[in-house]
């Protein structure tokens, strides 16, 4: 009897850019081509293929340098009682760059710099109600690193668009690495703690990091997204 493992491969737009990993370092990072259609922050999936066809998807990658990848743990839909391979990325396994870069999250101040944002991007929103539920089950009413990388990596997201003063930074979910700065003017006077969503309480831990409102909302995602 074959033991079945659980493999997860994820079909995303034809925006995605496959390359292959030419050698492992000793830093635990590889080594690639040299990519001139790429941009460093760019993230990715490490695909190992397997026999019979198979494919599994053994870690998350970022690109650091135009000829060099980092590699994050992959641990979207983690089973510890399913039965699961011990795989690490190899020479010759795929790294698919731009995964899940068709959905996205809006980061706006307020309703009406959501609408703006959504109405001129062509992107497949998921609505930031979903992250804010996630922060309250977290215990965080200011959103961290970890924060953005749980969440995208569980819902499968590829970008952050955030509001910024006269400004959207296109970010990418996993390194939080500005990709994109597009001029935009909003007309927002105030805005809604973290972020705007519908759902307007966040519990709170009572200790730890992210326990206190953002006061300034440039500020603060600047310094995140540097």
Request: glycine share 6%; net charge neutral; with cysteine.
């Amino acid at each position: 009897m074959k033991t079945i493992f659980l493999i997860l491969v994820l079909i995303t737009g034809l925006i995605s850019f496959e390359v292959e990993i030419q050698d492992i370092l000793k830093n635990g990072n590889a080594k690639i081509e040299i990519q001139d259609k790429l941009q460093i922050g760019n993230s990715g999936i490490v695909i190992k293929n397997l026999k019979d066809g198979f494919k599994v998807i053994t870690a998350y990658a970022e690109l650091i340098a135009i000829d060099e990848v980092h590699f994050y743990p992959f641990v979207t839909l983690k089973q510890d009682n399913l039965p699961h391979g011990l795989w690490k990325p190899e020479n010759g396994d795929i790294v698919r760059f731009q995964e899940n870069y068709n959905r996205a999250v809006i980061l706006a101040k307020s309703f009406n710099s959501f609408i703006q944002i959504s109405k001129r991007f062509n992107q497949e929103w998921i609505h930031s109600d979903i992250f804010t539920a996630t922060l309250s089950s977290i215990g965080h009413k200011t959103p961290l690193k970890e924060d953005f990388q749980y969440f995208c990596q569980e819902h499968s997201i590829g970008l952050i668009y955030i509001e910024l003063k006269d400004e959207i930074k296109k970010v990418d979910c996993l390194s939080l690495k500005t990709l994109e700065t597009i001029p935009m003017k909003f007309e927002n006077l105030s805005f809604q703690k973290p972020f705007y969503s519908r759902i307007k309480k966040i519990d709170s831990n009572i200790f730890g990091d992210g326990i206190d409102d953002i006061q300034d909302f440039d500020k603060y995602y600047r310094g995140l997204i540097r």
